[in-house]
């Protein structure tokens, strides 16, 4: 054995790593289900995602349903209609309280500054209050205990002061409408009558002699006010601030008196206390 092979035996022998076969990986043995019953439960969990978290600085959607808010504020309060209507409520702004006093009817909620460039927001609230049940609102600057308390005793269902975060404000619109919500809206129904003149408050139906008579809204509500106070004089500053809350002027209640006379076909039904009012007369 030559030298060269009995060194070779000597040595240790390393062994020389092999490369593993390559493998193309192959998915388990298994049926995928269909597309068509995967994608429903994908859906499915997508949605439940959105709605139990939602995404940063989404704003959750308002847990009532809306409702028509007037805003009356002096500054048009285009900032707190925004707000409003981004919480789901139909929101319209005036600026003036004799506009508020034409636009209230439509509304479920008055938010009412006191602060106004035509008329002070306290008799506005008490022309809303004395012939309307709608919940009013008090949002203004004024601080001072005692013009809370004014404003309490002028009608307002709460008295808010600026600034007012809108959660805070949303709150209060939700509590004032639990309150009032159960309150009936008028007064109970009546059935006046004065010899040949029959008027049912209820209905709003007004009848002569059996014969029925067509009054418009303001119409009925001026004779409907004469009614509830028989053989006693009505000043004409209350008939305005309670049939159209002191936004109109003295010949308006003279037009509607006129108009009513001849649409109960006598002028006797309403008599002319001159220098003072009206009063309900016989015909």
């Given amino acids: 054995m030559t030298q060269v092979h009995a060194q070779a035996l000597l040595e240790p022998q390393i062994p020389v790593p092999q490369p593993h076969p390559v493998h193309p990986v192959r998915p388990p043995v298994r049926e995928a289900p269909p597309l068509r019953e995967t994608t429903p439960l994908r859906e499915a969990s997508l ?3 959105l709605t139990t978290a939602p995404a940063p600085g989404a704003r959750p959607a308002p847990t009532v349903s809306g409702r028509r808010i007037l805003v009356v504020d002096g500054d048009a309060g285009e900032t707190l209609v925004h707000q409003l209507r981004r919480h789901g409520h139909e929101c319209v702004g005036v600026r003036c309280g004799s506009t508020a006093l034409q636009a209230y009817e439509n509304a479920d909620m008055v938010l009412l500054d006191l602060e106004l460039p035509d008329l002070d927001g306290l008799e506005v609230c008490r022309a809303i209050r004395s012939v309307s049940r709608v919940p009013v609102i008090i949002v ?25 975060g809108i959660r805070e404000l949303a709150a209060r619109i939700e509590a004032v409408s639990r309150r009032t919500q159960w309150q009936p809206i008028s007064r109970p129904a009546q059935q006046i009558r004065r010899g040949r003149l029959h008027i049912d408050t209820g209905s709003r ?6 014969v029925p008579v067509t009054l418009t809204r303001k119409e009925f509500d001026l004779l409907c006010l004469l009614a509830q106070h028989p053989d006693t ?16 002027s003295r010949r308006t ?14 002028s006797g ?15």
């Fill in 205 to 210: 139906e007004v009848a002569v002699d059996g």
């Fill in 233 to 248: 004089v009505v000043p004409r500053k209350q008939l305005l601030r309670q049939v159209w809350g002191d936004s109109w």
């Fill in 47 to 49: 949605r439940d995602v």
């Fill in 140 to 164: 203004t600057a004024r601080r001072s205990e005692m013009d809370c308390v004014l404003g309490l005793q002028a009608g307002a269902d709460d008295f808010v002061t600026k600034p007012c």
């Fill in 269 to 283: 039904w309403i008599v002319t206390v001159r220098g003072v009012g009206f009063k309900l007369g016989t015909a």
């Fill in 253 to 266: 209640v003279d037009t509607h008196v006129s108009s009513v006379r001849g649409k109960l076909g006598d």
